[in-house]
């Protein structure tokens, strides 16, 4: 078989690995919130792309979804991404914190200039609790894939910003920022959870997993000395 299946587990398991085997370099040159976004930006996409049912289309027909069809063929998993996707994110497997640290979430009254000029940010609004899973990630899906990534703190960045649109229909930006450490922590969350969902036997081949192992076992090893 020529075709590579697993895009929603194998895929990301291997983006934690890279994450794994160069944080280290990537932190003695100053590299590592590179390095995470780099990782974060395909293993966030991709499965979030896949699993998601088709949405109706703003004349009311119907959407065909991703080509692949991986939310209909790996039903499993797909139901497992809804049940978390249905959670509140505050106290849930991607941020088990009941308080937001230091998440905030608001609408931005104007997007001109630099973010240290932008109204919202002078005090910026917690995460709401009642703030779904799904929000957050389709939040940061669409600042990823469009490229609204914005930071704050100079040569040492102490916050990421992530900007998109709830509707595509209105002029109108929200943001979703975080620490590094913070949304590191969300984004290693999200990839332990994509390792365990349930595919069909046959999808990821058994290389794979033992690859990871392997790898898994060479950092292990590598940071013990």
């Not at 609408?107 to 009642?130: A, C, H, I, M, Q």
């Given at each position: 078989?020529?075709?590579?299946?697993?895009?929603?587990?194998?895929?990301?398991?291997?983006?934690?690995?890279?994450?794994?085997?160069?944080?280290?370099?990537?932190?003695?040159?100053?590299?590592?919130?590179?390095?995470?976004?780099?990782?974060?930006?395909?293993?966030?996409?991709?499965?979030?792309?896949?699993?998601?049912?088709?949405?109706?289309?703003?004349?009311?027909?119907?959407?065909?979804?991703?080509?692949?069809?991986?939310?209909?063929?790996?039903?499993?998993?797909?139901?497992?991404?809804?049940?978390?996707?249905?959670?509140?994110?505050?106290?849930?497997?991607?941020?088990?914190?009941?308080?937001?640290?230091?998440?905030?979430?608001?609408?931005?009254?104007?997007?001109?200039?630099?973010?240290?000029?932008?109204?919202?940010?002078?005090?910026?609004?917690?995460?709401?609790?009642?703030?779904?899973?799904?929000?957050?990630?389709?939040?940061?899906?669409?600042?990823?894939?469009?490229?609204?990534?914005?930071?704050?703190?100079?040569?040492?960045?102490?916050?990421?910003?992530?900007?998109?649109?709830?509707?595509?229909?209105?002029?109108?930006?929200?943001?979703?920022?975080?620490?590094?450490?913070?949304?590191?922590i969300?984004?290693?969350n999200?990839?332990?959870?994509?390792?365990?969902v349930?595919?069909?036997?046959?999808?990821?081949?058994?290389?794979?997993?033992?690859?990871?192992?392997?790898?898994?076992?060479?950092?292990?090893?590598?940071?013990?000395?």
């Amino acid at each position: 078989m020529s075709e590579y299946r697993d895009l929603v587990s194998d895929f990301p398991t291997r983006c934690d690995s890279l994450l794994h085997l160069f944080e280290k370099q990537a932190r003695r040159q100053r590299l590592e919130i590179t390095l995470m976004l780099c990782i974060a930006a395909p293993s966030i996409i991709v499965p979030f792309e896949r699993l998601q049912s088709p949405k109706p289309r703003p004349d009311g027909s119907k959407s065909l979804g991703h080509p692949s069809r991986d939310w209909t063929r790996f039903l499993q998993a797909k139901s497992a991404f809804d049940n978390l996707c249905a959670q509140r994110f505050l106290g849930s497997p991607l941020w088990p914190n009941a308080t937001a640290g230091s998440w905030h979430f608001d609408e931005l009254s104007d997007v001109s200039g630099d973010p240290d000029g932008w109204r919202e940010l002078r005090t910026p609004k917690p995460l709401g609790r009642n703030r779904t899973i799904n929000r957050v990630l389709k939040h940061v899906r669409n600042a990823l894939a469009h490229g609204n990534i914005f930071t704050r703190g100079g040569d040492e960045i102490t916050q990421l910003l992530f900007v998109s649109k709830p509707d595509q229909n209105i002029e109108k930006f929200w943001f979703l920022a975080a620490s590094p450490d913070d949304f590191r922590i969300f984004l290693k969350n999200w990839l332990d959870f994509l390792r365990t969902v349930n595919l069909p036997t046959g999808v990821v081949p058994e290389s794979s997993a033992a690859w990871f192992l392997d790898q898994e076992t060479s950092v292990s090893a590598t940071e013990a000395h």
